[in-house]
């Protein structure tokens, strides 16, 4: 079936630095799209989600991009911190997040002091 | 926390015991659902539940049996497991699809020796 998937694995940043975490999406007919934050020991946590009729959304630090021309979607994290070290999961769905979310692989980011 | 408590949160079982895992969610959501993640793999969709009625079932071996007595509850009961059954079992709430996402409890980290 049509799939999630994040382009790196893991990525290193020293504190202050800004992150960028890329997610690619197959499904063309996905119309909602959320960033999750999983810390060690924990469940996933809601970041921040984009409609498919968006292709920018900022939130406190964070900021979601999405171009639906490439199926391509990415979270920016502007002056990382040693507290935003977690693996992060993009998420797709359609029907506007009536249908159940498809979740990527997830990327691990490690912030170094 | 998050609003949907897990327990226990370890486990670890034989291959020829019965268990249950206990989710409940004090948000007012009314659809649940359960997850597994394993590693290096993305969350996969096991159960849903709206309404406390099951509407979807991923092909789920039948040694694991959810039960969802109303819409703040939700169980998952194991019996003759495998190894490779050994995984974090997520449970996770939502407004019966997906605006805002969903929210998880922190799981439960299962071993089956």
């Known amino acids: 079936g049509e799939s999630v998937g994040l382009h790196l694995p893991t990525l290193s940043v020293q504190e202050g630095d800004n992150s960028i975490i890329n997610c690619a999406y197959s499904?063309?007919?996905?119309?909602?799209f959320i960033w999750y934050k999983q810390e060690s020991g924990k469940g996933p946590q809601f970041i921040i989600d984009?409609?498919?009729?968006?292709d920018k959304r900022q939130g406190q630090r964070v900021t979601v991009l999405l171009n639906k021309t490439v199926k391509h979607l990415s979270l920016q994290i502007a002056a990382t911190q040693p507290g935003d070290s977690a693996v992060y999961f993009c998420a797709e769905t359609l029907n506007s997040g009536y249908s159940t979310l498809t979740f990527g692989k997830g990327t691990m980011l490690l912030v170094s002091p | 926390e998050t609003g949907v408590t897990q327990t226990p949160r370890h486990l670890v079982m034989g291959m020829t015991n019965k268990k249950s895992l206990k989710c409940e969610q004090h948000?007012?959501?009314?659809?649940m659902y359960w997850y597994k993640q394993s590693a290096k793999k993305p969350l996969e969709l096991m159960f849903v539940?709206?309404?406390?009625?099951?509407?979807e079932n991923n092909s789920v071996p039948s040694r694991f049996s959810p039960e969802c007595p109303n819409s703040s509850h939700l169980f998952l009961h194991l019996h003759t497991l495998q190894p490779e059954d050994s995984a974090l079992y997520l449970c996770a709430s939502s407004y019966g699809g997906g605006e805002g996402g969903y929210t998880f409890g922190s799981g439960t980290r299962l071993t089956v020796v």
């Open positions: 539940y709206n309404f406390k009625e099951q509407t």
């Open positions: 499904n063309s007919a996905s119309d909602y």
């Open positions: 948000l007012g959501h009314n659809a």
């Open positions: 984009i409609r498919s009729n968006m």
